[in-house]
């Protein structure tokens, strides 16, 4: 969940009036956002440098971390907090956004070259005009296109944002794509030319920029932006230019968005113009860019139009279980930041503003009327759904069993299905024959590389943990191993093991053997309904072990551990252990 | 020299005509025996009640080695005196005489003594000198008194060090008997057969001490737990589904729940993704279409994704990253064989490619449970919500909105802590938390729940006026506030304490 930074002095300034803490927490709790910690600047700053808390001094101004749900965008600046709390006490009512009225011949032209479309294909625009920043407001200016990328953007890869100084370029624009030697242009915050070959070398030791280099460094061709003058915007998804950077100062401001993903760039340029159209000379306005498509088509954006859906008012009642009325649920939503009204047959028509991307589908209205409405106002009900309780059989048979070993004097251990491919192998003088084992791709730590096809390793490192144990030790683990099965859809299936070791001074081969006939006899096998047969096992000593066989069938082994292993999990004592699948006897 | 036996019969003899014996010491003293070996005795005696003895501390001397040797050849400065011939010696030939450390120390304390002098050759001074020192160290060793500034002396010079006596003053016990006969410790079939156990002495059983460990085995706490919550959702009509498949296709664990494809929780920094077998290669075909569709276009009333939906996403293989997989291949199931209302619940492991620490491991154990039904509300899943946690002694839940692809609504639950009252499991809580106070009528969050989304439900074909709420947890976390366990490796995996499993109660949760 993303966390927003929001200054406490302007949340009361906004919501007009002061919150304690925990009246401020409560807000939180009901509305769906977390107060995740108190701090402030300068404390952040000194985590950041490792210094002292005791450093801290009074008059320092708070900053609420707040924690947002990860669909609403809309939330990711202290602006679209603000505007949603404020709507949510009915301290401000829902604005409406729209682009300003030009004659179709002013609106500025974004031309898309048919290069792009092998690379980036999408492009939207939009102006924010007589724009008043200060500083508050620019540094929420960058986060919101920090957070947007990280989150919806997915670090960049379906959209990139790029802000310029309108007043520095000249329109129209062309966004081309063209082999990194042509470009060449000042990137932000450098003073000299780079092409863009150039830069992808460059920036390959800048901490931030480095992670987006792979976006597009093995395409022949690079995306760019440039405005008449041939003067380039920006290299997305990498840096913008530095001729159009904006400051301070800057007044009119160009958004555009290049994407791999069209619907999202379309809800990152709508999120961007409807928390920052506030600050416009006209509030809430927003120029429109004509974007040219190959083909000639053209599109104005962005879209600000408010979305309808018809919502049956019986399925938002009965979904909540509470017998609202229209008018009650159309109250309700305003404070969501959805207008509302009653129509014919017993229906609502919602209008979904271009900041609530999250509506999909009419349980998402549902679910706002029941936030709106309070979770904790509902009244508790009871299903009527009568049904009956039942068991998984193998799990079942799995407790009755761990039962019996429990009361044969074994204890239980459970460990990690993941280990390493050492520990499933070569530890145990096996074979990697890849054709038993499932292989992770990409584990954090080679702990994790393979999902046992055994229970030994982990028994083994519990023995590995346990030197100071008094011995005997006895442990048990009845638990699934995972073993590659083409006939399963997945290509891999669980199988239910149960494994026992004995570790003393002496290793106590007849006391597993006895263990296993204790085994069948509470699994109802007569003596002679099993046979154990010497075997050649690698995990397991010479002359002193034997396959299990069941109907026909191996189900096991036990035998006394091979001293080598015992070395190789740094096992003091000798061991004794048996190990069988289990779901045969079921 | 008496045995331990005898000492202990004259002890009790000489107490039967005398009332008390002031020093253990002397008593052994005069008896010939070794006062250790006395000491033993009056330890069982007191023991069984027959003496009371009591405990005498006496400080005395005792000779160091050196002083031992003085105490046999005389101090060094009567040896070096009595080296020196009438006609005096030169210092060359008197050292050769003597030890070198006799000679070294005997000498400067004669000549500070002024026994002796040097002019040049060492010649007597005195005529006569009397081995005080040597007379001191025997009348030590006889534990004779001295004066202070002797003893002074004599331990400046490192010849004698202090030793502690421990000793006993001794009367009668309450059970003093002239001769005592063996207590016994147990009741044995012999005394039953030749029916002594009346007349036999019993040694009193020290109740202080702890009894014998138990033999046996023990189950681990994370499944004594786990008993528990299955026993919950029995008792409450769950039915069991089968969880016994931990890898699973992308397809189920993520599309089939309306995940999409770019989602975050899809990325390789949070799921296992599986090299062999790296792709799942059957689904059913026309449900996966149905999938596609609501992702790319929507349907069933939403508008859904609106991306391009790629099948190559959905054939990888990872392991599971929550047991809703399951689930969706039951709700899919249901909708296939037909619906009937259902109630089901899992508890077992899912996978997550985190970073190990205290609180997290790469796999945990996950608890659900579920309701498909025809017309169940909110109203019913807070409800269903209380009661379940009811039975886990958490009387009070609060739901938070939420945000989670698959379900709409969704609540987060949230428990308070209260003060020192209630439910055992709330109690064992409460003395587990380090910041007792803080932790007071706070809210916790225990778990997550919600209505599965009707674009998860409606193309597995299940009817549209049919809703499912659900509710999960972890394992680990309620196991480890109920035995109070801090680190998470220290409860599950091969780090674990053994003791921890013997030791470790019932799980009394919401009893």
């Known amino acids: 969940m993303p966390t927003v930074s929001v200054a406490r002095e302007l949340l009361h300034t906004m919501l007009g009036r002061v919150y304690t803490q925990e009246e401020f927490d409560e807000l939180c709790f009901v509305i769906g956002i977390e107060l995740d910690d108190v701090t402030t600047e300068k404390a952040i700053i000194r985590k950041e440098k490792h210094l002292q808390e005791n450093e801290a001094d009074e008059d320092e101004e708070v900053i609420y971390k707040i924690e947002v749900p990860a669909n609403r965008y809309d939330l990711l600046c202290p602006e679209g907090i603000c505007r949603q709390l404020r709507i949510f006490l009915r301290v401000e009512k829902m604005p409406t956004y729209r682009l300003s009225r030009l004659p179709d011949s002013s609106i500025l032209k974004m031309i898309v070259k048919p290069e792009t479309a092998v690379i980036r294909p999408f492009v939207v625009c939009a102006i924010l005009r007589g724009i008043t920043f200060d500083q508050a407001r620019y540094a929420s200016f960058i986060d919101l296109q920090d957070r947007l990328h990280q989150n919806i953007c997915r670090k960049r890869t379906l959209v990139a944002i790029g802000t310029h100084d309108l007043d520095t370029l000249q329109g129209p624009f062309t966004y081309e794509a063209l082999p990194p030697s042509e470009i060449k242009f000042i990137p932000l915050k450098q003073a000299q030319e780079f092409t863009a070959k150039e830069l992808m070398e460059f920036y390959k030791s800048d901490l931030k920029l480095k992670k987006f280099l792979h976006i597009i460094e093995d395409s022949p061709v690079f995306p760019v932006i440039y405005d008449s003058n041939r003067t380039v915007l920006s290299l997305p998804p990498i840096i913008n230019g530095a001729h159009s950077a904006i400051s301070l100062n800057t007044k009119n401001v160009l958004i555009e968005c290049t994407a791999t993903d069209l619907t999202k760039a379309k809800i ?76 014919d047959g017993d229906k609502i028509q919602v209008f979904i503003p271009p900041t609530r991307s999250d509506i999909l589908h009419p349980c998402d209205v549902m679910e706002d009327v029941a936030v709106a409405y309070g979770f904790n106002n509902i009244p508790k009900t009871r299903p009527k759904t009568s049904t009956e309780g039942r068991q998984q059989p193998l799990n079942e048979f799995s407790d009755l069993l761990r039962l019996e070993l429990a009361m044969a004097g074994f204890s239980e251990v459970l460990n990690w299905v993941l280990v390493s491919k050492k520990e499933n192998f070569t530890l145990l003088n096996r074979k990697d024959d890849e054709k038993i084992a499932a292989i992770v791709s990409n584990p954090r730590s080679s702990d994790f590389e393979v999902l046992r096809t055994s229970l030994l390793p982990g028994i083994l490192k519990v023995m590995e943990h346990s030197k100071d144990v008094p011995r005997p030790v006895k442990v048990f683990e ?26 003393s001074t002496t290793s106590g081969f007849e006391i597993i053997h006895g263990l296993l006939d204790r085994i069948m006899n509470v699994l109802n096998v007569p003596v002679d309904g099993y046979t154990v047969e010497p075997s050649n096992e690698p995990e397991l000593f010479k002359g002193r072990q034997a396959k299990i066989f069941y109907k026909g069938s191996c189900v096991g082994s036990f035998g006394i551990i091979h001293p080598q292993v015992l070395k190789n999990f740094d096992i003091p004592d000798p061991c004794s252990y048996v190990e069988m699948e289990i779901e045969r006897f079921l | 020299m008496r045995d331990a036996d005898g000492a202990e019969r004259a002890l009790l003899a000489f107490l039967e005509s005398n009332a008390e014996i002031s020093n253990s010491e002397a008593f052994a003293r005069d008896l010939g025996v070794d006062h250790e070996l006395l000491a033993g005795t009056i330890k069982s005696l007191h023991g069984f009640g027959f003496i009371e003895a009591k405990d005498v501390r006496r400080e005395s001397w005792e000779l160091t080695e050196e002083g031992l040797v003085y105490s ?24 050769r005489k003597l030890d070198d450390s006799v000679f070294s120390i005997g000498f400067r304390k004669a000549m500070s003594n002024k026994w002796l002098e040097t002019k040049p050759l060492v010649s007597r001074k005195v005529l006569k000198v009397e081995d005080v020192v040597k007379q001191q160290l025997l009348d030590i060793k006889d534990g004779k008194n001295l004066s202070a500034a002797d003893i002074d002396a004599l331990k400046k010079r490192k010849l004698i060090v202090p030793k502690v006596w421990k000793a006993y003053s001794i009367t009668k016990g309450a059970n003093y008997a002239p001769t005592r006969t063996k207590a016994a410790t147990e009741v044995t079939r012999e005394m039953l057969l030749k029916e002594t156990w009346s007349e036999v002495a019993f040694k009193p059983y020290n109740f202080q001490a702890l009894g014998q460990p138990t033999e ?64 799942t290669q059957t689904f059913p075909e ?98 269903v919500l209380n009661d379940f946690f009811s039975r886990l002694g958490m009387k009070k839940l609060r739901f938070k909105p939420a945000y989670n692809p698959y379900t709409e609504p969704s609540m987060e639950i949230f428990r308070q802590v209260y003060p020192l009252y209630g439910s055992s499991a709330l109690l064992t809580l409460i003395s587990c938390c380090n910041s007792y106070h803080e932790q007071l009528n706070k809210w916790v969050e225990v778990g997550n729940s919600g209505m599965f989304r009707p674009e998860m439900l409606l193309p597995m074909g299940l009817p549209d006026d049919v809703s499912v709420i659900a509710w999960g947890l972890s394992l680990e976390r309620p196991t480890m506030i ?26 009394r949760l919401g009893m």
């Open chain 1, 268 to 343: 990152v340029l709508n999120t961007m113009v409807a928390m920052f159209s506030g600050y416009c000379d006209e509030k809430f306005e927003v120029e429109p860019v004509d974007v040219v498509d190959p083909v000639g088509r053209v599109t104005r954006c962005p879209d600000l139009s408010l979305r309808t859906m018809d919502v049956d008012l019986s399925y938002i009642k009965k979904s909540i279980g509470v017998p609202l009325q229209a008018g009650e649920i159309v109250d309700l939503l305003s404070k969501m930041q959805l207008t509302s009204k009653e129509i």
């Open chain 1, 478 to 503: 009845i638990s699934d191993v995972v073993l590659l099965d083409p006939s399963k859809d997945v290509g891999a299936a669980n199988s239910r093991h149960l494994a026992a070791l004995y570790c």
């Open chain 2, 72 to 95: 046999r050849n005389g101090s060094p400065e009567v040896q070096v005196f009595d080296a020196v011939p009438a006609g005096g010696i030169s210092r060359e030939d008197l050292q």
């Open chain 2, 216 to 279: 046996g085995g023990h189950l681990h706490p994370l499944l004594k737990v786990r008993t528990k919550f299955r026993q919950i959702f029995l008792e409450m009509g769950f039915e069991e589904m089968p969880t016994n498949n931990f890898v699973e296709s992308s397809f189920w664990n993520f599309d089939a729940l309306f995940q999409p494809q770019q989602h975050p929780a899809r990325d390789s920094h949070d799921t296992f993704f599986l090299k062999s077998p790296c792709k």
């Open chain 2, 286 to 383: 026309d449900y996966l279409e149905r999938v596609k569709t609501i992702h790319e276009q929507g349907g069933f009333g939403s508008i859904g994704y609106m991306y391009d939906w790629k099948r190559e996403e959905a054939e990888k293989n990872v392991l599971r990253t929550h047991t809703t997989a399951v689930s969706s291949r039951m709700l899919y199931k249901l909708a296939q064989d037909g619906f009937v209302p259902k109630r089901y619940f899992s508890i077992d492991r899912v996978f997550r490619n985190e970073a190990v620490d205290r609180t997290h491991l790469a796999e945990f154990h996950q608890i659900e449970g579920l309701i498909c039904d025809k017309g169940l509300t909110l109203g019913d899943l807070i409800g």
């Open chain 2, 482 to 507: 109920l035995y109070g366990i801090d680190n998470i490796r220290d409860l599950f995996g091969h780090k674990v304490d053994l003791k921890l499993i013997k030791s470790n109660p019932i799980c």
